[in-house]
């Protein structure tokens, strides 16, 4: 059964940048388009990236563009979120996630099996 686990998050100032790493375990995530989702509090979850199977193609949220960038290494079985340029408002907890069926999508409900998340601060 697919495990996902997050790590790499963390406290960091504004105009900063954190890399979370995801790693699966369990069964190979090579075939699964993966996402990068973000829940600050109050708020409900949030797409961030979405990466396809066998890597190459992405898609993004709006807050993520141009400052996120979604990759993955299949032989080793992780998926990270390089975060650049981050603000108060990326704070959140960050969660991997492997998608039901194929395509780019960052609906939640496309997703059907979740790490536990890591945790986010963007503070000065």
């Known amino acids: 059964q697919l495990h996902l686990e997050e790590s790499g998050g963390g406290t960091v100032e504004p105009g900063g940048s954190l890399t979370l790493s995801c790693a699966a375990s369990?069964?190979?995530?090579?075939?699964?388009?993966m996402g990068w989702f973000r829940q600050a509090p109050g708020k409900e979850r949030e797409g961030i990236a979405t990466?396809?199977?066998?890597?190459?193609?992405?898609m993004y949220g709006a807050s993520a563009k141009g400052r996120f960038d979604v990759t993955r290494d299949n032989a080793k079985n992780t998926v990270s979120l390089q975060m650049n340029s981050l603000k108060p408002e990326d704070s959140g907890i960050y969660y991997c996630?492997?998608?039901?069926?194929?395509?780019?999508?960052?609906?939640?409900?496309?997703?059907?099996?979740w790490g536990q998340g890591t945790q986010v601060t963007v503070s000065s």
């Open positions: 990466i396809s199977a066998i890597g190459g193609t992405e």
């Open positions: 369990g069964a190979s995530i090579s075939s699964k388009f």
């Open positions: 996630a492997a998608r039901m069926g194929t395509g780019l999508s960052l609906r939640e409900s496309d997703y059907n099996i």
